[in-house]
């Protein structure tokens, strides 16, 4: 359930190219003044009314810039000039996103033509929010590199509004002044310098990385007419009940969907594994975004008569099974990792995603439906340490999902090499768990049914040409198991090399994170894992009686607060065993460590590529 409020910062910066004033920059934007005003329209309703007057300027040659605002169902563009360039006509049109089934955004844009250096334009819009709860916030970054920005809120007395800063500098300074006659306040904010934003692999949401402000719209008090917002955390949940009393379950189709899930059944564990495994694997999730509609799940009946849901109505679907087979199973409102905010402040931004929770024996269970392989009892990064508002009638529960460790996405692999005819043949057993699972089957599944084996078989392989993997099994496909297991035999040339009377050998098959060097140039954000791992490799090599061990590369360990990597070698008898692990423990690499990552990264690339050494006797 990501949130229309939300959905527009992120499509404010979307499409990014460049960011500070460098080389990359050309077109920047040397001033900005916003405005925004709390006033009413002629039917007394509460508006926030943005009026803006941006200039740009192309600084090093020629070239264009495409400008555009977005708006919705509860939003409208009033006005739109531009000033400086001929010919400009503003389209209008319904936005469209590959990751959004339906959406009720809109988009106004068009083009300017910059066609010489120094060319200049003015752009000027207004622009109407016709709820204060669909007003959350106030971006202070652009797309552009910003010399200067001048941002005013207006707020008559009437109005009770907190703006609450995140990711301020010191380039942005705030004042507040009283008008001692009315006794509104405005709020200005001064930006200089600001770099662009920039769109980058493996980075936080953009609300922990840019400038940015909270709106929390609380009451308003007109002439003693009171209409309130989300004064308190109360209120928020209190809307969110008032728009989920409007779903009309229909419990007898649900019921006889259950008892069909079930009916094999033979305990009440197994039967919340089933229902659970049941919704993730038949039910399609999609994105919807629609105003009201973006918040209210879908009639459980419809989610199952459509075959395809967005999370919540997979999440209302989840809870009405499992409350039909009378277990205790509750919607639950979050934000996920995306985005910085948590119930502290009351705001249709602080979340974006709906799931189950699930009280049994004593234990809270957060079911995810959205994520097609996660077993009972384990959650995806994305909503780990998340803050969860939990329905509880007319009241509601504060929790927090559970953070599992990097062991819960366990992908390991053990081999037991034999060498024969200057060849490697061993039998490979390869197991994933938690993200690792999801991973491996999401694209297994996204893969066409007749490539499938021919996937696995590269997989195996890792595109080597002269390694030939065979008898491919495939098990624990479910989402009940906690785990995938992929079964091979393995002949494997391209490890092994002869020189004489030597064999040299390279004992490592996957060589994780080898190509994860961070360019330093050109990164610009913290980098964001997608999850927790730990990959483990234990190869296991028979040394024939003719050889003679000579050689074995040194161990290696490297700890650190974000990461572990370690590589070791024993031997016992004629077998020699390589063992590697790499974990990440904290999936945030902060930039400041950057330039240690890729010391380290390089040692790990030199332990991976030295080899053991067999002598002919």
């Not at 918040?295 to 419809?302: G, I, L, R, S, V």
Request: charged share 25%; with cysteine; aromatic share 10%.
């Amino acid at each position: 359930m990501r949130k229309l409020a939300v959905l527009l910062l992120i499509l404010c910066l979307a499409n990014v190219r460049t960011i500070a004033q460098s080389e990359d920059d050309n077109i920047l934007i040397t001033h900005k003044d916003v405005t925004y005003e709390y006033t009413t329209d002629k039917n007394g309703q509460i508006v926030i009314k943005e009026k803006y007057i941006a200039e740009y300027e192309a600084s090093r040659m020629a070239s264009h810039i495409d400008v555009y605002e977005m708006y919705n169902n509860e939003s409208s563009i009033d006005r739109v000039k531009v000033k400086g360039i001929k010919g400009v006509m503003p389209q209008y049109k319904l936005y469209s996103s590959n990751n959004i089934f339906y959406s009720d955004a809109k988009i106004c844009y068009f083009r300017l033509n910059m066609n010489e250096k120094g060319k200049t334009a003015q752009v000027e819009f207004e622009k109407s929010y016709n709820n204060p709860r669909y007003f959350t916030i106030i971006p202070l970054a652009e797309s552009q590199f910003v010399k200067s920005k001048t941002v005013r809120v207006v707020v008559p007395a009437w109005m009770k509004v907190e703006l609450v800063d995140y990711n301020f500098k010191n380039n942005v300074t705030k004042e507040i002044l009283t008008n001692q006659k009315d006794q509104s306040k405005t709020y200005v904010y001064t930006l200089n310098d600001q770099n662009a934003m920039v769109s980058e692999a493996f980075s936080q949401g953009p609300t922990f990385i840019y400038p940015h402000i909270l709106v929390l719209n609380k009451q308003a008090d007109i002439k003693g007419v009171k209409t309130t917002y989300f004064e308190t955390l109360a209120d928020q949940y209190a809307w969110y009940q008032h728009i989920i009393s409007d779903m009309n379950n229909d419990k007898d189709i649900i019921a006889n969907k259950a008892k069909e899930i079930t009916k094999d059944c033979a305990n009440d564990l197994e039967k919340i594994k089933s229902i659970y495994a049941w919704v993730q694997s038949n039910i399609r999730y999609v994105a919807f975004e629609d105003g009201i509609a973006g918040f209210k799940p879908d009639d459980a009946q419809e989610v199952l008569r459509k075959k395809y849901g967005d999370c919540k109505g997979m999440a209302n679907l989840t809870q009405a099974l499992l409350e039909a087979e009378g277990f205790d199973a509750r919607l639950t409102w979050l934000g996920t990792n995306h985005i910085a905010y948590d119930y502290s402040t009351p705001n249709l931004s602080v979340d974006n995603h709906m799931i189950c929770t699930l009280f049994y024996e004593g234990k809270m269970y957060y079911l995810d439906p959205t994520y097609e392989y996660m077993p009972l009892g384990e959650y995806p990064q994305s909503i780990q340490g998340r803050q969860v508002m939990i329905q509880n009638k007319d009241q509601f529960i504060l929790d927090r999902v559970p953070v599992a460790s990097p062991q819960a996405n366990t992908d390991s692999l053990h081999c037991k090499f034999t060498i024969k005819d200057n060849q490697l043949n061993g039998e490979v057993s390869r197991y994933f768990m938690g993200e690792a699972k999801e991973r491996i089957l999401s694209l297994i599944h996204a893969t066409p049914k007749d490539k499938v084996s021919e996937a696995l078989k590269n997989f195996a392989e890792r595109g080597n040409v002269q390694d030939k993997a065979a008898n491919l099994k495939l098990g624990g496909e479910t989402p009940k198991t906690h785990a995938t297991s992929l079964c091979y035999l393995l002949e494997n040339k391209s490890g092994i090399q002869q020189l004489d009377k030597e064999l040299y050998i390279g004992m490592d098959l996957t060589q994780d994170f080898s190509s994860q060097l961070i360019d330093l140039k050109k990164r610009k954000n913290d980098l964001l894992f997608p999850y927790r791992y730990r990959m483990v490799r234990e190869i296991e090599l028979i040394i024939p009686a003719e050889y003679s061990l000579t050689h074995t590369p040194e161990n290696l360990l490297i700890d650190r607060e974000n990461y572990l990597f370690i590589s070791s070698y024993t031997r016992k008898g004629n077998i020699l065993t390589y063992r590697s692990e790499v974990m990440i423990k904290d999936p945030l690499l902060k930039k400041s460590t950057f330039k240690q990552w890729n010391d380290d990264i390089n040692l790990l690339k030199k332990s991976y590529a030295e080899q053991i050494v067999l002598l002919t006797n």
